[in-house]
C-alpha cells in the first residue's frame, strides 16, 4: 500500500521559516509529479507548488520569492522550504503525488496533512 507520510510544520513567528516533509512509502514503480497543497480554514485547498520528476517547478504567485519546493528522487521524498511567513500563511498543509502502482496505474495519493501556524 503506499502512503506520503509527512513531517515538519509546527508554530512559528511572522518572518520565520519552516521546512515540510513528505516521504512515499510502500510498492510503486515510478512518482510522478510531487506537490503541496493548503487549506486555511473557511478557505478551499489551494495549490502552493509542485515539482516534476525532472526538477521542474511550479509555484503560486504568493509564494514566490518565499517557498522553495524540492525533492530527492532517491529518497522518494518532497520539500518544501518556507521562509518569511506570514499570519495568512496559516493552514494545514497537504503533500500530494501522483505515483504509478503496478497493475493499478496511475493514482494520485495524498499525506495525512501537517498543521502550519504563523503567530506571534
Known amino acids: 500500500q503506499v502512503q506520503l507520510v509527512q513531517s515538519g510544520g509546527g508554530l512559528v513567528q511572522p518572518g520565520g521559516s519552516l521546512r515540510l516533509s513528505c516521504a512515499a512509502s510502500?510498492?510503486?514503480?515510478?512518482?510522478?509529479?510531487m506537490g503541496w497543497y493548503r487549506q486555511a480554514p473557511g478557505k478551499q485547498r489551494e495549490l502552493v507548488a509542485t515539482?516534476?520528476?525532472?526538477?521542474?517547478?511550479n509555484l503560486a504567485d504568493s509564494m514566490k520569492g518565499r517557498f522553495t519546493i524540492s525533492r530527492d528522487n532517491a529518497k522518494n521524498t518532497v520539500y518544501l522550504q518556507m521562509n518569511s511567513l506570514k499570519p495568512e500563511d496559516t493552514a494545514v498543509y497537504f503533500c500530494?503525488?501522483?505515483?504509478?502502482?503496478?497493475?493499478?496505474?496511475?493514482?494520485?495519493?495524498w499525506g495525512q496533512g501537517t498543521q502550519v501556524t504563523v503567530s506571534s
Open positions: 500530494s503525488a501522483l505515483i504509478l502502482v503496478s497493475g493499478l496505474g496511475w493514482h494520485d495519493y
Open positions: 510502500g510498492s510503486f514503480s515510478s512518482i510522478n509529479v
Open positions: 515539482i516534476n520528476g525532472g526538477g521542474g517547478t
